[in-house]
């Protein structure tokens, strides 16, 4: 054990050779990107992105007249005038990763994470860092995604923009033209009104913009806790008297990939409880400034300068939300 390359005393083995340790634009995309494509929401396709954005974008929607484009032939060109342009802006706000690891900290996970059976350490100490603190800063843009923040550093969410789900922070919010519907009437979204839910959340969207039932990709989209409760009904475990489930397995079963009437349920960890909104994936739309060079990635050896024993891990980057056809979907709440 004396000769172990790997002892974790504080003769450390592990010192960052630094010569180049900014990363920016393309170069930062290995680790910025880990932190803003990570969260569920980006990475399973459930909105659409566009990257490459340096401050805003203009998304336009070209809509048609209920009595469409046709018309009687003639010699001449008439225009019926029944297109129209609408127009949604999606502002990015500029965010950062300021983050300070002491090295003795962390470096026994990295060698617990990278050791394999002949000792050999394949990744480098400087991108664990950078990749672990980019995971940590993906769970905080999956919630942002959908609610913002209470301290207003990520702009505005699909479903409020100060970190909470209420009524004045959905009429703020990306989703603010959205048919609302009570989904639960105050009681919450629970294993005996899961089903309900979603079919009053259904019985909307059918009476107010049916239009979206037939567009690719629309679904439901709701968090793990409404989407455990819904199947829980589903196994026979909440209202059915018999108790038997689908095809009388009861809880004996697995749902892989629940839907409702045939149409798929995205579960998106950062959305609130009580909450459930049906649109299409194209619908919703996040962008970023990733592959600019406006990106960027840096990790600072501070050890090598103060005598601490510490890194610094900087992130900077952009990103933000808006829905593209701001009147298609529903959102269900129990406010």
């Given amino acids: 054990m004396a000769n172990n390359q790997y002892n974790l005393s504080k003769e450390y083995q592990f010192d960052i050779t630094v010569t180049d340790n900014t990363y920016a634009g393309k170069l930062a995309l290995p680790y910025v990107t880990a932190a803003v494509k990570s969260p569920d929401t980006v990475a399973k396709g459930?909105?659409?992105?566009?990257?490459?954005?340096?401050?805003?974008?203009v998304i336009s929607n070209l809509g048609f007249?209920?009595?469409?484009?046709?018309?009687?032939?003639?010699?001449?060109?008439?225009?019926?005038?029944?297109?129209?342009?609408?127009?949604?802006?999606?502002?990015?706000?500029?965010?950062?990763?300021q983050e300070e690891i002491c090295r003795g900290t962390i470096f026994p996970t990295w060698i617990g994470e990278n050791m394999?059976?002949?000792?050999?350490?394949?990744g480098t100490?400087?991108?664990?860092?950078?990749?672990?603190?980019?995971?940590?800063?993906?769970?905080?843009?999956?919630?942002?995604?959908?609610?913002?923040?209470a301290t207003g550093i990520f702009g505005t969410g699909?479903?409020?923009n100060d970190g909470v789900f209420d009524q004045a922070g959905l009429d703020a919010s990306a989703l603010k033209d959205f048919t609302q519907a009570t989904i639960a009437g105050g009681a919450g979204v629970s294993a005996t009104n899961a089903i309900a839910a979603f079919g009053k959340v259904y019985d909307s969207a059918v009476a107010n913009v049916s239009g979206i039932l037939s567009k690719p990709g629309v679904g439901f989209y709701c968090n793990h806790k409404t989407y455990g409760f819904y199947i829980q009904q589903l196994a026979g475990m909440g209202a059915f008297t018999s108790h038997q489930g689908i095809n009388n397995l009861g809880p004996d079963q697995a749902f892989e990939s629940a839907t409702y009437l045939g149409y798929p349920i995205y579960v998106c960890p950062g959305m609130p409880d009580d909450a459930i909104v049906m649109t299409y994936r194209d619908n919703l739309v996040f962008g970023t400034n990733l592959a600019t060079d406006w990106t960027e990635a840096r990790l600072i050896p501070t050890y090598e300068y103060d005598g601490s024993d510490n890194v610094r891990v900087v992130m900077n980057f952009a990103l933000g939300v808006q829905c593209a056809v701001s009147t298609d979907g529903i959102v269900g709440s129990d406010f």
């Fill in 158 to 160: 699909f479903l409020s």
């Fill in 46 to 57: 459930y909105v659409r992105q566009i990257d490459g954005l340096n401050r805003k974008a």
């Fill in 65 to 97: 007249a209920a009595g469409g484009v046709v018309k009687a032939a003639s010699c001449n060109f008439t225009s019926s005038n029944d297109t129209s342009l609408t127009e949604q802006v999606l502002t990015l706000t500029d965010v950062c990763v």
């Fill in 116 to 122: 394999d059976r002949n000792g050999n350490l394949p």
């Fill in 125 to 149: 100490f400087a991108d664990f860092l950078l990749a672990s603190v980019a995971a940590q800063a993906g769970q905080q843009i999956e919630n942002a995604l959908w609610v913002a923040d």
